[in-house]
C-alpha cells in the first residue's frame, strides 16, 4: 500500500508541469501612499521601478547630444514625439523635423559635456506607461567659447516599443566649473 502511495505521488509530481505565469518574473507592487495629506495626483502615484533598457536608451541620447551627433539616435524616438523644455520652448511633431531642430541647436555649441548624477527608471504601474528620470549637469562652450553649466532633471516617457515620445525638462542655471 505505501509503495502504491509513493509510486502515485511520484507519478503525479513528475507530471505537473508549472503554469508560464509563475516562471516569469513579476514585479512587486508598488508600496500603497496610505495618507496622501489631502492631494490625489492628477496622474499617478503608483510607481514600481521600470525596465533598464529604458535607462541605457536615454543615457545613449546623452552620449549622443555629448558628442555633438544625434543621428544615431533618431531611431530611439518615436514617430511623434513633444519635448518640453526648461526656458519653455515646446517642440513637437515627426520625429524627422523634431530631431533636426534639436541637431541645429546642438551645433550652436563647440562642446557639451555631461555629468550624470542619478539615473532611474519607472514605470507607472496603473497607467502601464515607462518613464526614466534623469538628473545631470551639463557644462557646455557656444562657438564663441563663452561656457555656461545647467543642472538638469528631466523625464522621459517612452511607448509600449520602448521608443521615447515625451521629454519634460527642468534646468537650473549654475556657475560653471573652474578650469576647461
Same mark, same amino acid.
Given at each position: 500500500?505505501?509503495?502504491?502511495?509513493?509510486?502515485?505521488?511520484?507519478?503525479?509530481? /513528475?507530471?505537473?508541469?508549472i503554469?508560464?505565469?509563475?516562471t +516569469?518574473?513579476?514585479?512587486?507592487?508598488p508600496p500603497?501612499?496610505t495618507?496622501m495629506?489631502?492631494y490625489?495626483?492628477s496622474y499617478? /502615484?503608483?510607481f514600481?521601478? *521600470?525596465?533598464?533598457r529604458h /535607462?541605457e536608451?536615454?543615457?545613449?541620447?546623452?552620449?549622443?547630444w555629448?558628442s *555633438?551627433n544625434?543621428?544615431t539616435?533618431?531611431s +530611439?524616438?518615436?514617430?511623434?514625439?513633444?519635448?518640453?523644455l526648461?526656458?519653455?520652448?515646446?517642440?513637437? *511633431?515627426?520625429?524627422? +523635423?523634431?530631431m533636426?531642430?534639436i541637431?541645429?541647436?546642438r551645433n550652436?555649441?563647440?562642446s557639451?559635456?555631461?555629468?550624470?548624477?542619478?539615473?532611474?527608471?519607472?514605470k507607472?504601474s496603473?497607467k502601464?506607461e515607462?518613464?526614466?528620470?534623469?538628473?545631470?549637469?551639463?557644462v557646455?562652450?557656444?562657438?564663441?567659447?563663452?561656457k555656461? +553649466?545647467?543642472d538638469?532633471?528631466?523625464?522621459?516617457?517612452?511607448?509600449k516599443?520602448?521608443?521615447?515620445?515625451l521629454v519634460y525638462?527642468?534646468?537650473k542655471?549654475i556657475k560653471p566649473?573652474? *578650469?576647461?
Open positions: 500500500m505505501t509503495a502504491i502511495a509513493i509510486c502515485l505521488f511520484a507519478c503525479n509530481t /513528475a507530471e505537473k508541469e503554469p508560464k505565469e509563475e +516569469s518574473e513579476k514585479v512587486a507592487a500603497s501612499i495618507n495629506s489631502g490625489t495626483p499617478s /502615484a503608483s514600481a521601478m *521600470g525596465d533598464a /535607462a536608451t536615454v543615457l545613449a541620447i546623452y552620449k549622443s555629448d *555633438g544625434l543621428e539616435q533618431n +530611439s524616438f518615436a514617430d511623434s514625439i513633444e519635448l518640453y526648461s526656458d519653455g520652448t515646446v517642440i513637437a *511633431g515627426r520625429r524627422d +523635423s523634431a533636426a531642430t541637431q541645429k541647436f550652436m555649441f563647440s557639451v559635456k555631461s555629468t550624470v548624477h542619478a539615473i532611474f527608471p519607472v507607472s496603473d502601464n515607462d518613464f526614466v528620470c534623469i538628473w545631470a549637469t551639463e557646455n562652450i557656444n562657438q564663441k567659447g563663452k555656461d +553649466s545647467v538638469l532633471q528631466e523625464t522621459w516617457r517612452l511607448d516599443d520602448g521608443k521615447i515620445n525638462q527642468y534646468a542655471a566649473p573652474k *578650469g576647461k
